[in-house]
């Protein structure tokens, strides 16, 4: 079954340490995207990209890096963590085509704290 | 001021009952417009999806959308317990880059 998959789905990590947060699809989508989640408050994009090789910043500022070198594959990198880090982040994909907009599919989330 | 706005609730209605969910936005642009059902610890799910102004039904659920009011409802018609979930308003500017602004969500909680 198609899907979208993110892994880990908790991590609890110290102040300083560097942490990557796995994203793959299986659906051959060209758009991906991470968005940040927090209680109460709007998704917010953090990082997207419209294929191999395309990433872009999103609205909020972060200091996260993406890279996409396959097109099942979007990985989130935190160089060094900060307790302002703490969040959930979400990993999507969507298709593109004529112009046509299409509704995203999201993993299950990765739920990060920061110590 | 946010483009989306979606009160986040908490809504409690009795098994059977309507709900109805409601977004405004201040970007007449927005041709898109979704709802999103999350469970908790879950990523949120596509439930609607609807292009311009008009309703769309699927089942227990309907959408609105009325452009000229700038605002978007789902309707859920026999809430069943299993309803309950956050629910996200989402919608878009046509184009490519397919970037969707989320409102905050409103809690849903349908009691049996």
């Known amino acids: 079954e198609a899907d979208i998959y993110q892994t880990p789905r908790y991590l609890v990590i110290g102040t300083g340490k560097k942490i990557t947060l796995e994203c793959s699809q299986t659906?051959?989508?060209?758009?991906m995207y991470w968005y940040q989640q927090d209680p109460g408050m709007e998704l917010h994009l953090i990082h997207y990209s419209y294929g191999v090789n395309s990433t872009e910043k999103g609205d909020l500022s972060s200091e996260s890096t993406v890279s996409r070198i396959r097109t099942e594959h979007f990985p989130l990198t935190l160089e060094s963590a900060r307790p302002s880090h703490t969040s959930q982040y979400l990993c999507?994909?969507?298709?593109f085509g004529g112009g046509q907009i299409y509704g995203y599919t999201f993993g299950s989330g990765t739920r990060l704290t920061v110590v | 001021q946010k483009e989306v706005e979606q009160d986040p609730g908490p809504l409690s209605v009795p098994e059977g009952a309507i709900v109805s969910l409601n977004c405004t936005y201040s970007n007449s642009a927005f041709q898109y417009f979704m709802w999103y059902r999350q469970y908790s610890r879950k990523g949120p799910e596509l439930l609607m999806y609807?292009?311009?102004?008009g309703n769309k039904e699927d089942g227990r659920f309907t959408a609105q959308v009325d452009k000229s009011s700038k605002y978007i409802s789902l309707f859920i018609r026999d809430s069943q317990p299993s309803d309950s979930a956050t629910y996200l308003c989402?919608?878009?500017?046509?184009?490519?880059?397919?970037?969707?602004?989320f409102g905050t969500g409103t809690l849903l909680a349908v009691q049996p």
């Open positions: 609807t292009y311009s102004s």
């Open positions: 989402a919608m878009s500017v046509s184009g490519a880059t397919n970037k969707l602004i």
């Open positions: 999507a994909s969507s298709e």
């Open positions: 659906m051959g989508h060209d758009k």
